[in-house]
């Protein structure tokens, strides 16, 4: 099985993957909801709550596809969170019961909303304006995540920080067609793979093409099936899909079924592959993200899929290929020292390290 997320998962979780999906992914937003309320009561009394809570308590009313709902049910089950109704009000947006007002949250710029079009507004001076050319939805490979062309501050709501839409794209074709040609690369690879990333990812943002690497992140589980990536040549766009793929399959699981003795976000490695200290709970992820990415790249470089690129990618492909083999083992022997004191996490960090991606 190529898609190392669902392999790992099938040896390490008490449940069968289906059943997982349907009665804890799929209700997300319906149990973040729930735990908010046993963390803030007083939500019971805000305005049009009920009404929000049966809906996503209903299979019918089910949202887990829309990221846009889970900053405010984040914020939701912050103790003492002030701004209630506020949040609810933004909820019934997103959900379609209620019609945009950007008065709800007036320093909010943009407004992407998913039901029932995928339209994208801009609060100017506490009125809607719909900004045309920006979210691209006519992919040709359906159901498909939403794609958001570059724009200045479209998600600074979500990660301002790292977010780069420095500059507009009017060529929507060509980025459309970008990512089309990066997707079906990944199709080509491995179709299960391309199943779980349709299922899994809602919300593709494109960032601006970046200098040196290309770059991508995601936000754990704040924006749950949303990721970022940059602008890049069709293998290099498709390495950084299926690297945030791996992380949006895993952080909710962990948040839902951790490993019993996981770090905390606290405990550090450096990583050999980017020199970047990072989390132990993310370098194991990256252990994954590597080992799957070495089985792509050496696809990518075989006969007759080298055909498919130019020798730009290419050269691309041998260089991250390289730099990926040469350090994994590295990653492995620090991830060993730092979790020798914690054998169910390090036991799925051996199982990763001893798989054979066939």
Not at 55 to 73: K, M, T, V, W
Not at 82 to 102: K, M, T
Request: proline content about 6%.
């Amino acid at each position: 099985m190529k898609d190392l997320f669902k392999f790992t998962f099938a040896n390490f979780s008490r449940w069968d993957y289906e059943y997982y999906h349907v009665n804890y992914i799929d209700r997300l937003p319906h149990r973040f909801l729930e735990a908010a309320v046993g963390a803030n009561p007083a939500l019971r009394a805000c305005r049009g709550f009920t009404e929000l809570q049966d809906l996503l308590a209903s299979i019918d009313g089910r949202r887990s596809q829309n990221p846009e709902l889970f900053p405010y049910l984040n914020y939701l089950i912050i103790p003492g969170s002030p701004l209630l109704q506020n949040a609810v009000d933004a909820l019934r947006i997103h959900v379609g019961l209620a019609a945009l007002d950007c008065e709800v949250e007036p320093t909010k710029r943009f407004w992407r909303l998913r039901d029932a079009t995928q339209e994208v507004f801009e609060n100017v001076q506490g009125k809607a304006r719909r900004v045309a050319g920006v979210s691209i939805h006519e992919t040709g490979l359906e159901p498909f995540p939403v794609i958001y062309s570059p724009y200045p501050h479209l998600f600074d709501d979500v990660e301002h920080r790292f977010y780069k839409g420095d500059e507009e794209y009017s060529e929507i074709t060509a980025l459309r067609n970008l990512v089309d040609s990066s997707f079906r690369s990944i199709q080509r690879y491995a179709p299960e793979l391309a199943v779980g990333f349709r299922r899994e990812i809602r919300t593709v943002g494109l960032m601006a093409r970046q200098p040196g690497d290309a770059k991508s992140f995601s936000v754990r589980n704040f924006y749950i099936g949303g990721i970022f990536v940059s602008i890049a040549n069709i293998v290099r766009l498709a390495e950084q899909l299926i690297h945030e793929y791996y992380h949006q399959c895993i952080w909710p699981w962990w948040l839902i079924e951790p490993p019993a003795d996981l770090s905390p976000m606290e405990h550090t490695v450096i990583s050999p592959v980017t020199g970047r200290t990072r989390p132990v709970p993310t370098m194991i992820h990256a252990l994954l993200i590597y080992c799957s990415l070495i089985d792509y790249y050496r696809f990518v470089l075989s006969t007759p899929e080298s055909n498919h690129y130019d020798q730009a990618a290419l050269k691309d492909a041998h260089a991250r290929l390289s730099k990926i083999e040469v350090n994994i083992g590295a990653l492995i022997t620090i991830l060993r020292g730092a979790l020798s004191e914690r054998p169910a996490t390090a036991e799925i960090v051996e199982f990763i390290a001893a798989t054979a991606v066939g």
